[in-house]
């Protein structure tokens, strides 16, 4: 089938115009013939009417490949995925050889709140993992050593990964700080082999930056993704051509992106363990138990996933949160981690070159629950104090009056744009404008703690500070 023919529907998740029981059966399901199968619904009715041209054109190419029971693009994608192993972890060990070969947590320490970042391949010996509390991690293996990690130490590794990928194609999508795919198709002319250059990525990350990397290579992202598990740790493991239905068959249905723990149960009470299981059942069944992501299951399941890269283009907003050690009810240290918040969130802006016409302000109460104020400008804003005001009426809106502390708060500027346009008929001061330009100024050549309000200062007490980069609040996950 040619590519050209299928786009992602962005509402469904489903190429538009591609019929799955036409074009991607279950490989265990008998191959349809002639016309009568044409006219099966995916419900299993018939049609009334003639299927449509672009439905004949996927039954033609299906019925080619009939003999193989496999959907196979005609026009291969080269698609290689390359994640770093444990990578928080991984840095810690690289700048502190000691920990190399010991269970390690990054996160936090054994009886502080929060979960584990990342955990070493020693430690997951013991059953403990990403996003496991960090008491329970203790429990399972008090022999482990517990570090809070270095968000910004992450950070530069993870810049350095990228600029290597970037040079061998401009198709980069950065998935999260530790894991990227990248596409050849459009500049495979360049390279003789496709796994040579795979080949090549893994061995210059491990040289260039000291990390240990797992890298996949396929024909589109879920099964490149699928490919890089197989790999780990620290492996390369190519999926070609025609291997595709032998791979997943064995797989376990919870490797599949977006099979969550309720799914999975749910499954498995149907007796679906495998993937070779998942084929078994009708789109259908997948609907009415899933509804719209029943369709993405079907599809995955079989390895179609014809979703391009999201390569790097606009952002859609920039965010700063802090989860506090313990929960905190005052009001001048909440206004504190706020003003601090908006100051990271102003300096983020000014060196992205945007302006945000949406400020939001989010706040976790003790009891979980989650709540937002957001104010739309008619003057998109990147200076700290326009944003901080705003944030602090906002905050104040939705924190005054309640009985519960908190244990998050965190401030968003969305709907960004690259230039505002002043209008005629306000009153616009440049003093802002000019305080923040100066203050990067300095922080350019002293750091980021060289400057902070009286307000920002009250956090020198709770947090340890690192001159250039400013408070050490709390390690961030992998997201970007
Ligand atoms: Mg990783």
Redesign the pocket.
């Known amino acids: 089938m040619s590519r050209g023919l299928l786009w992602w529907s962005r509402s469904s998740g489903v190429p538009r115009g591609y019929d799955p029981l036409v074009a991607g059966r279950g490989f265990d399901a008998p191959p349809e013939k002639g016309r009568q199968g044409a006219k099966r619904t995916l419900e299993g009715g018939t049609r009334s009417g003639s299927p449509s041209k672009l439905a004949l054109i996927v039954r033609k190419q299906n019925m080619r490949k009939s003999e193989e029971n496999f959907p196979v693009f005609r026009k291969r994608r080269y698609v290689v995925h390359v ?5 928080f972890a991984s840095v810690e060990v690289l700048l502190n050889p000691e920990l190399k070969g010991k269970p390690l947590v990054v996160g936090g320490l054994p009886h502080e709140r929060g979960v584990a970042s990342t955990c070493s391949y020693e430690a997951r010996k013991y059953g403990v993992h990403s996003g496991m509390p960090l008491r329970q991690c203790y429990k399972l293996c008090p022999r482990a050593v517990f570090v809070r990690g270095n968000y910004h130490l992450y950070q530069a590794f993870s810049e350095k990964f990228f600029r290597l990928l970037h040079e061998y194609t401009p198709d980069v999508e950065e998935a999260s700080l ?2 990227a795919y990248l596409e050849f198709t459009r500049c495979r002319h360049l390279y003789s082999s496709f796994s040579e250059v795979a080949k090549e990525i893994k061995c210059r990350v491990e040289k260039e930056l000291g990390l240990g990397v797992s890298v996949g290579a396929a024909s589109n992202k879920i099964l490149a993704k699928l490919a890089t598990k197989k790999a780990k740790p620290g492996g390369f493991f190519e999926l070609q051509p025609g291997e595709e239905e032998e791979f997943l068959r064995e797989l376990d249905i919870s490797e599949i992106p977006g099979i969550g723990p309720k799914a999975q149960v749910m499954l498995r009470l149907l007796n679906v363990h495998k993937i070779a299981d998942l084929w078994k059942l009708q789109l259908g069944t997948l609907r009415s138990l899933f509804g719209v992501m029943g369709d993405e299951l079907y599809l995955l399941s079989r390895g179609m996933d014809c979703r391009s890269l999201a390569v790097e283009g606009k952002p859609k907003s920039f965010s700063r949160e802090a989860t506090f050690l313990q929960d905190i009810w005052d009001r001048d240290l909440l206004l504190a981690h706020l003003a601090y918040l908006c100051d990271r969130l102003a300096l983020t802006l000014r060196q992205e070159k945007y302006y945000a016409r949406v400020i939001e302000v989010k706040a976790r109460y003790s009891d979980f629950k989650t709540v937002s104020r957001r104010r739309v400008l008619s003057l998109p804003v990147q200076e700290t104090n326009r944003i901080y005001r705003l944030a602090e009426e906002l905050f104040l809106e939705l924190w005054e009056g309640s009985r519960l502390a908190l244990r998050l708060v965190g401030v968003k500027g969305s709907e960004l744009v690259e230039a505002r346009h002043l209008s005629l008929f306000e009153i616009y001061s440049e003093r802002e404008e000019r305080l923040s330009q100066a203050l990067d100024r300095v922080r350019g050549k002293y750091g980021f703690n060289a400057l902070l309000t009286v307000r920002e200062k009250m956090l020198s007490g709770v947090y340890d500070e690192d001159r250039g980069r400013g408070f050490i609040l709390k390690t961030a996950s992998l997201t970007r």
């Open positions: 994640d770093l192993d444990a990578f530790d894991e």
